[in-house]
């Protein structure tokens, strides 16, 4: 692939279209307040099409934006063409090394017809780019690359130009073409006009048109391509700018000291104990949050360590061993119900068979490779930040509170961290990162050591999931029963819950409260946002069935308890967990009849994407039709070997995958050795291929990871898992498997999530490979060769 | 240069000569996001003393080649686009580098085996192992 070199480092401030609005004497917020900026006059009279009155938020979960964002609704909050023809885009979708500022550059490049290099994107910055909310949930190709935000822009603009051009050039619109940042006759190449005459340094002043009318992907000629990204060689040679490296004049360094167990306060901090140390600047108290200042990195972590810090005694922890029951047995739950037939245990009693089953995953960790890090700068009643948060509007409304500063007096400029798969330590090292500032009145920098980052971190929730399945004489599912126990502590700080994460907490904010109630009411709306409703059942709500399944009889239904230990989301939270338990148990439920796994899912699927990837990932796995498990036919060695199949509708509609997975088990110890995982993946229209392999390739050797080795591990007081020899992560060296990612493009059908798909099947898959291999059953992430070997002994 | 000979080297790199190759990922020595080249060796400057390679070359990321004229590894990653977020980036690409020159002919099993110690978080491994192998037909010339 030929991939284009541009600009060294990421993707920089549209100079041209900056510089253009500032030669006119105004910024780029006054831009888009409209604040004596020119303004191009549209006569869009009879062809003004209806506008979408409730935009004014660009993100995905409706919750209204920030007063003060630009609208999302207005074209000139996305987009700006500067004198010179290049085009800037403003998103507040990030780029978290999915590849997102690429695919939104292709989506600029090819609605608005100019060259992909002609694009500029400025990602993420509160003084400048829309408030969408965070860049999580698989919501930014759904969000931008649709008919609002920022491909509802792109469109508008370019129907603007059209007309605008028509005016120009004389001609009818119907005659003239956008190509190349121009507007040209059809028919007659000479005669054509350049957008950056047409509408340079001015305002478009118009709504964004979610009728305005998108180019049909059978047209693309940038999007939809693998065009490498334009940030990879700054990464490949170290020039690429990430918070981490972040500098501001006179910047010191901060390191936090994290209480000495989990619920434990701050009895005492002896200052003295580190006032004559070299570099030392400051020690800061704010109730139980404790840091310290100094004039270098290593400076910091030494008096760190030496800081004599008093902690009070702290309750003990549920023990680990039986904390899957510990959370069956809790009292106080939050109940859901998302599916409800009532008819579940009739249906049950009448069931031909009754299977049940029980399921356990374990809290896990985003355990970036980089612990977070922030740097911010505390000036008085004003600050700026340089965070990876995932949600900067998020982080100003949250750092107003914890700083006490008004969010219009705060800047947070989005600076990609390492990789994060949620929410990992990167809004709490910015908080750590603003209060130490504040309290030196000084830019600070803090970056997490590698335990406080894994001892502290919000984990992806652990669950214990009851399953239970009636069949009838002819083996078919008459009845699906879910029941899921997940402790919960925190979330993202949103717009108001600094305390839902670490530091916010030690500063004095609580976490989101937890409120108790059991029963569940009856479910109102459809949503699978979880996965918590299999795929096959028909997810009646609302007098409509929108499940991707046949099976009418079903209940899904979660208690949610109290958490130890801060959690929040991490890649395809709860769906991952939840499909675990429903495909490994689909699985057992075709065993029970002798039924091919395969042919057993597609009887009781309707959801044709479902069937689809189904089929595409069996085909192309060449799969060995015949029920599970294989007659036992192992090698000289003691190797059984055999092939698993799970999917999944992500969130009921948000993405269809499918994944094969063939393994080999040594039967006398345990061993598991994958061999070969084939994935296919159906995300809509495909937005950049190389781009998505990349994402599902990665999300299925991440969730490999996850399968067989991570779980958060602690004592009576304390994480253990705070390290990489405590953590199980798969390094680069491991047997990585043979991977074929089958790419099923849908230009018919509106973009979905991309990210969270592949990785959603994994356990299932091997689950159930290993299953096929053995006979053998694992009911409990991760599989462990220890647990491997006690499933092989029945 | 006035630091604590203490320091590890991975702080004097990034702190007083604001080098964004080299990265702290652990500190403990155990993921090489801090890896530099010494002597030709792959070294973990997170746990290493400054005071210990005193007069001694270096080579981080950013020495090893350019955007305009990069390595032939770095080149490959750059084809292969074998990354996500690009963090560990640093450490899997010097890690190559060592290994290859000392195993010019290694084959795809020992290129897995000598990479064993590095983490990437994103899981581009396949990616990974092909730019990398790309690059030792590259060198090979």
Redesign the interface.
Known sequence: ?K?P?LS?TELPMAQSAADALARAGFSRRDFIKGTGALIVSFSMGGALRTLNAQQTRAGAFGEPAAADSPPANEVDSWIAIASDGSVTAYTGKEE????MSTAQMQLVAEELCVPFRRVNLIVADTSVTPDQGVTSGSQSHPTNFNRSNLAGACATAREALLQLGSKHLNIPEDQLVALDGEIRSKSDASKKVAYAELVAGKKFALKVDPSAKRKPAGEWTVLGKPI??P????????????A??V?VPGML?GMVIRPAAVGANLMNVDESSVSGM?GFVKVVVKKNFVGVVAE????AAQIAKALNVTWSPAPELPKQETFYDHLRNQKQTRDTLLVNSRDVEQKLAEAATVVKATYYHPYQMH?????S?AVADVQGDKATVWSPTQGVWHQRATLAMLLGIKPENIRVIFR????C?GINGADTVTYDAALLSQAVGKPVRV?L??KDEMAWENYGFAFTIDERAGLDSQGNIIAWDHEAWSPVLGNRPVYTYPGNVITGFLAGFQPEEFRPRSPAPEPANFSNNSNAIPSYVVGHVGGADHGAGKVKSERALLHNVVSPFWTGPLRSPQRLQNTFAHESFMDELAARVKADPVEFRLRHLSEERMIDVVKSAAKAANWDARPSPKPLATSAAGIASGRGISCVAYEGDNGYSAMVAEVEVELATGKLTVKRIVVSVDAGPISNP?GLR??S??????G??RALGEEVTWDDHNVTSI???TYH????????PK?EIILLNRPDQPATGAGETAITVVAGAIGNAIFDATGGRIRQVPFTTERIKAALAG | MDVDPTTPLLYVLSDDLGLRGPKFGCGLGQCGSCTVLVKGQAVRSCITAVESVLGVEIITLEGLGTVDKPHPIQKAFIEEQAAQCGYCLNGVILTAKAFLDKNPKATEKQIEEGMSRVLCRCFTHTRMLRAIGRAQKEMAR
């Open positions: 692939m991939n070199s060294s978290l090394g999915q590849g490498g990204r940030d990879m060689p700054a990464m490949a040679t170290g020039t690429f700018e990430y981490h490296n500098r360094h070299p270098k990195t290593w400076q355990g970036s490779v980089g612990s890090c990609r961290g390492s990789g798969y970056q050591t590698r190389d990349n994402q390739e990665g999300g299925a050797l991440q490999l990871s390290d990489w020899r992560s798969l390094p680069l060296g491991f047997a990585v991977i």
